[in-house]
C-alpha cells in the first residue's frame, strides 16, 4: 500500500497477534499505525460510494459482475477522483465470505494463466493497487537515452583499435583498405556511448604503448 | 510465475533450505520441480540474447539504462516473441550485487510513490511478470453486462410496488397520479436486472398477499 501511495487501511476483525507483528514491516509503520480496525464490514465501507471485492477466477458461482482488473481499476480510479471507494480483500486462506461479497457492488479478479493456482495475498493487494495507480502513458514514453559519443570520438577508437591490429599483424597488407573499413563500420555499430568512449580510448592507448614496447 | 504462464525457473546458488521448503507452494510444485539450479549468473543467462535486471529506484549511482516497467516490460515482450530473454532478481536482502549487475543489459524498476520503502521479492516479481503479459486492450474491454429485465417485467415490479403502496396507505388519493409516476421512474432508475426481477416480483407477491389477508 505505501509503495503505491494509498493511506487509508481498515482491518475487519484482524487476527490480533498477525496485525501486531506486521506492524514491524519495513517502510510501512506509518500506514500500519493509522489502520482502523473495524467489527464488520459494514462498519469499514460504510462512507465509501464504491465497494469492490477481489476474488480469484475460479469462484464462478459468484453472483455479481466480475470485472478484470485492467477495467476494473478503471473504474475505480474515476470513482476515487470524486468519492471514497473500498477494495476488500478477504483472508491469506478462505478469501472474501459470500457475506463479505453481498457488501460488494461488483468483482475485480486478477487475469491469471491457471485457474487452480493460489495467489498470495500481500501479492494480489500489490497487483491491484499497482494497477490503479498504472500511468498508461509510461508504456510508451521513451526512456533517456544514453548520451552517444561523438564521431570523432568514435573515429578516434577505430583509429586506434586499427593501429593496435597493424602492429598486431591482424591486417593482411593487400586487403588492408576493405578491413580498414569493416573495422569503422563494426566500431559503429557498436554504438558507442560518450562515457564508454574515454574507457575505451584509455584501453586501447595502453594496448599500444605495450605492442610499441 | 504459474500464475502469470512462465515456466522457466533459473536458480543461481539458492539458500539450499529456503528453496527446498518453497517446493511446497500451492500450485507451483511443477515449476519448482524444473528449477535449474546455476553456480554462476553468467552460466545462468547463457543462452539469453536480453538480460534485464531489476532494481529499486534508490540505486542511482548504477551505470546502466534504468527503465520503468511499464516499458521495459514492452521491450522485453517484443525479444521474448523471438529469443530467450531473462528477468534477474536479486536476493530478498540484498538484491542484485554490482556483479550481477555487469551481466545485464538494462535495468527495470516498478514506479512507487516513495523511495524509501522496501518491496517483497515476491511482490516485485509478480508485478513485473504481471505487466510482462498484460494485455492493455483489457482495460478498455467492456464486460459481460447483467441482462437487463425487460420492459414489461419492469412495469409489472412498478405495478405490485405501487398496489402495496395503495393498500399501505402510502398513496394520497389527490396526488395519486404524480405519486405513481414519481414511482414508476423510480423503478426504472434502479436498472434492474432479468434474474433480480423475478425474485423481486415474488417479494412483492408475498407482501401484496399478506396485505389482503
Not at 506492524?23 to 465509501?48: I, K, Y
Not at 498508461?136 to 561523438?150: F, Q, S, V
Not at 583499435?161 to 576493405?178: D, E, F
Amino acid at each position: 500500500m505505501a509503495n503505491f501511495g494509498f493511506a487509508r487501511l481498515a482491518v475487519v476483525n484482524p487476527y490480533d497477534v498477525a496485525f501486531r507483528e506486521a506492524r514491524s514491516a519495513v517502510g510501512a509503520a506509518p500506514l500500519l499505525q493509522t489502520a482502523v480496525e473495524f467489527s464488520s464490514v459494514a462498519e469499514a465501507v460504510a462512507d465509501c460510494r464504491l465497494v469492490v471485492g477481489t476474488t480469484s477466477v475460479g469462484h464462478r458461482e459468484l453472483q455479481h459482475p466480475i470485472r478484470r482488473l485492467e477495467y476494473g481499476a478503471r473504474l475505480i480510479r474515476s470513482t476515487l477522483s470524486k468519492a471514497n471507494a473500498a477494495l476488500l480483500f478477504g483472508s491469506e486462506k478462505f478469501g472474501l465470505s459470500n457475506d463479505d461479497l453481498s457488501h460488494c457492488h461488483w468483482l475485480m479478479r486478477i487475469p491469471t494463466a491457471g485457474q487452480d493456482l493460489s495467489m498470495n495475498l500481500g501479492q494480489a493487494v500489490a497487483l491491484c493497487l499497482y494497477e490503479l495507480v498504472r500511468d498508461p502513458k509510461a508504456a510508451t514514453a521513451r526512456p533517456e537515452k544514453i548520451r552517444a559519443a561523438t564521431a570523432g570520438e568514435t573515429e578516434q577508437i577505430a583509429e586506434r583499435l586499427l593501429a593496435a591490429l597493424r602492429k598486431s599483424g591482424y591486417v593482411n597488407p593487400t586487403t588492408a583498405s576493405s578491413t580498414e573499413e569493416k573495422i569503422r563500420r563494426l566500431v559503429l555499430r557498436l554504438n558507442i556511448g560518450a562515457r564508454d568512449a574515454t574507457v575505451l580510448l584509455g584501453m586501447l592507448r595502453q594496448i599500444l604503448w605495450k605492442l610499441d614496447g
